[in-house]
């Protein structure tokens, strides 16, 4: 009897516990979308309460804002950029991978996995250094380059684990039909590689849109700055009006949020069948 009181207890205490984990969790969300639907008046007298009503001022004015709305274009361009090429080279990558033997095949995935224990913020100087070089300072182009770059270990190792469970009598048989490399590549491994390509499509998505670090140090220029990178600017420029850099912030969680919940059940076949490879 004692024990399963103790169970009892102990189980109560582990449910109290994630319940304040998840309210610690989205007190943040809470804070910006009530934050963002409130005046400035209203948010000075009332900052942690529901708004008394829904102020969509803050929205307007964001949108009447150029340099916001240019903030947000960019951020869309650069982030899309990233996922259709890095996707394509890391697509062509894992195809190779899985469909040719070569001597240092095995060392060679090593080193892909290794390069992705590497932070990015090591490669700041040189990477800067470089770009000064080639003239791609204050330039989307450099950016982009830069987060292929940053991307590509990730994603090929991801795709390379689901490429490898594609049958190899599937393969032969594409073959026998007459199918190339890439119509094999089109045709069969992407398309039983969906849950790979959707999560690596989210993780690396909310990997460019949310990054800092490189639009800070790359995009001098407000007028190329992406979104999280102008938000900053932004908030300095509107800090005694919180409740626009709330609504700021929520419009920026919007794409992202959406992106993810729309693809969370291939997300998290795809995430799981990776952690287990």
Not at 80 to 98: D, E, K, P, T
Not at 156 to 184: H, K, N, Q, W
Not at 202 to 223: E, G, I, T
């Amino acid at each position: 009897m004692a024990a399963g009181q103790e169970f009892r207890f102990a189980k109560i205490v582990g449910q109290v516990f994630l319940v304040a984990l998840s309210l610690f969790t989205l007190f943040p969300i809470y804070y910006i979308v009530t934050a963002s639907l409130k005046g400035k008046e209203e948010y000075l007298l009332n900052n942690l309460g529901l708004p008394h009503g829904v102020a969509l001022e803050n929205f307007r004015s964001l949108f009447a804002d150029f340099a916001f709305v240019r903030w947000l274009v960019n951020s869309v361009l650069v982030t899309s950029l990233v996922l259709v090429f890095g996707l394509l080279v890391c697509c062509l990558a894992a195809f190779a991978l899985r469909r040719y033997t070569f001597r240092i095949k095995g060392l060679l995935l090593r080193f892909i996995a290794s390069l992705m224990l590497i932070p990015p913020i090591i490669a700041i100087v040189p990477l800067f250094e470089f770009f000064v070089r080639i003239r791609l300072i204050n330039s989307l182009a450099g950016v982009i380059i830069i987060y292929i770059g940053f991307i590509i270990p990730f994603t090929i190792y991801l795709v390379y684990s689901f490429f490898v469970t594609i049958p190899g009598e599937m393969i032969e048989a594409g073959v026998i039909d007459g199918c190339r490399d890439l119509r094999l590549l089109f045709w069969i491994f992407i398309p039983l590689s969906v849950p790979a390509i959707v999560t690596s499509i989210v993780v690396n998505a909310m990997w460019v849109w949310n990054d800092l670090l490189m639009a800070m140090v790359f995009l001098q220029s407000d007028r190329l700055k992406t979104l999280m990178a102008g938000l900053i600017a932004f908030r300095s420029r509107s800090n005694i009006n919180l409740p626009l850099v709330m609504a700021g912030l929520l419009v920026s969680t919007i794409p992202i949020a959406a992106l993810y919940l729309s693809g969370q059940r291939l997300f998290i076949k795809g995430l799981m069948t990776g952690l287990e490879k």
